[in-house]
């Protein structure tokens, strides 16, 4: 199983994450990125992976949407707590659209390619700092 998603992630720049504080420490304000939040079957990581990169494909016309993409496996250290904040459209694997450091929102896997679309075209494009523009954080 990892090393069939291993295989996948790497060849579709899938950064993996162990915890929270891993995440915050490699986002920054500007990013839009996406976290695959695995299971435990490796078929269904595999096509929630591959429909993620397909539904970037599609908003990605122009070449010019830049997106950050990160996994957490279930070994992960942090991956309960990861977890705890998703899993509601039906369990796992999971996505969930990160937006600078704080967004953390989750997509519906049943229309992924429409939620990823419609997240970019809130938040997405960097220069504008998405919710970080709401945050403390990042606007004291």
Same mark, same amino acid.
């Given at each position: 199983?990892?090393?069939?998603?291993?295989?996948?992630?790497?060849n579709?720049?899938f950064?993996?994450?162990d915890s929270?504080?891993e995440?915050d420490?490699i986002?920054n304000?500007?990013?839009?990125?996406?976290l695959?939040?695995?299971?435990?079957?490796s078929i269904?990581?595999?096509?929630?992976?591959?429909?993620i990169? %397909?539904a970037?494909d599609?908003i990605n016309?122009?070449?010019?949407?830049?997106?950050?993409?990160?996994?957490?496996s279930?070994?992960?250290s942090?991956?309960? %707590?990861?977890?705890?904040?998703a899993g509601q459209f039906?369990?796992?694997p999971?996505?969930?659209v990160?937006?600078?450091? $704080?967004g953390?929102l989750?997509?519906n896997? %049943?229309?992924?390619?429409a939620?990823? %679309?419609?997240?970019w075209c809130?938040?997405g494009g960097?220069?504008?700092?998405?919710?970080?523009?709401?945050c403390?954080r $990042?606007?004291p």
């Open positions: 199983m990892i090393c069939l998603l291993l295989l996948l992630v790497s579709t720049n950064v993996p994450v929270f504080n995440l420490a986002s304000p500007t990013e839009f990125g996406l695959l939040i695995m299971s435990a079957d269904a990581n595999k096509a929630m992976a591959v429909s990169v %397909e970037i599609i016309y122009d070449d010019t949407v830049d997106v950050s993409l990160y996994f957490v279930m070994n992960a942090g991956y309960t %707590e990861i977890a705890s904040l039906g369990g796992f999971a996505v969930v990160v937006v600078g450091h $704080c953390f989750e997509l896997p %049943e229309f992924i390619e939620e990823i %679309e419609d997240s809130q938040w960097g220069s504008t700092q998405g919710i970080c523009n709401y403390t $990042c606007n």
